[in-house]
């Protein structure tokens, strides 16, 4: 590489830089991570045009949006390029999620999803925030609705670094949240308050709130216990003014997952 070259400071716009200079650097796997394109600026120069937000710029404030998000990693796949829907209510279900993305926020309501163990539903909430996030709104959070009451429980111990508002706060904060597994936890009254406290926060504030739960609205048998059993039939009342409740079922996922074949998508 000539010596001039090289040592051009990274903030100056070199429009005329032979393009091969990048595909020519030694691949030593240790180099630092400067962009190639802007050089860490973040601005990119297009020759004979000007400048613009170079793209790596884009890629890192998705993937800090992401973070910020806190998706659990077990989901990091879970995408709708990777959803399968094996039945009409998951392909509804799933036109319901993908509209959602396509129409915000020009939409009234978030999403209930309601169905057994292992048919799709988080799956489809955790597509919601990441298409809303790769559209730009960055302020999207995930929570599981029995491990945020744990972290509300653990904020009241007299040796946490935490408090019950720094906890709930982000989930006040959030333009988008999705609370999975609302009902599960055990409907104690503290639970039930702190439910309804952070569901009518939200609906108060017009925040968009996807949800999804096991519980469903019908009894299949004689001992089996609605949503409105587990949360109350107040919030189950409020969950219908906030929420288009999306039905899903059909056998779980996670035990038919290497019997069938994915269902092609190309034609969308
Ligand atoms: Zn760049």
């Not at 309601?114 to 955790?126: D, E, P, Y």
């Not at 409020?238 to 038919?256: H, Y």
């Amino acid at each position: 590489m000539p010596q001039e070259k090289a040592t051009i400071h990274p903030l100056f716009a070199v429009p005329d830089l032979p393009e091969r200079e990048f595909y020519d650097a030694p691949e030593t796997g240790d180099e630092p991570e400067v962009c190639p394109l802007c050089y860490g600026s973040g601005m990119e120069i297009v020759k004979g045009k000007g400048a613009r937000p170079c793209k790596c710029r884009k890629e890192k404030s998705y993937s800090n949006s992401i973070e910020k998000a806190k998706i659990p990693k077990r989901y990091e796949n879970c995408h709708f390029h990777s959803y399968r829907s094996l039945n009409p209510t998951q392909e509804r279900a799933f036109r319901f999620a993908s509209g959602l993305v396509r129409d915000y926020p020009a939409i009234e309501r978030g999403l209930l999803l309601m169905g057994t163990v292992g048919v799709g539903k988080t799956h489809l909430a955790v597509s919601i925030l990441k298409g809303l996030t790769e559209r730009g709104f960055s302020h999207c959070l995930f929570y599981e609705f029995g491990g945020l009451l744990k972290s509300i429980q653990d904020s009241y111990n007299n040796v946490s670094q935490t408090s019950e508002m720094k906890v709930l706060q982000p989930i006040y904060d959030a333009e988008v949240l999705v609370l999975d597994e609302i009902g599960a936890s055990k409907p104690t009254d503290w639970v039930r308050d702190t439910m309804a406290n952070i569901i009518n926060t939200r609906y108060n504030d017009k925040k968009l709130t996807i949800f999804t739960t096991n519980y469903l609205d019908d009894r299949r048998a004689e001992k089996d216990e609605t949503l409105e059993d587990r949360i109350g039939v107040r919030l189950r009342s409020r969950l219908f003014e906030m929420c288009k409740t999306v039905s899903l079922s059909g056998e779980d996922f996670r035990r038919t997952f290497d019997q069938v074949t994915p269902i092609k998508r190309n034609q969308r």
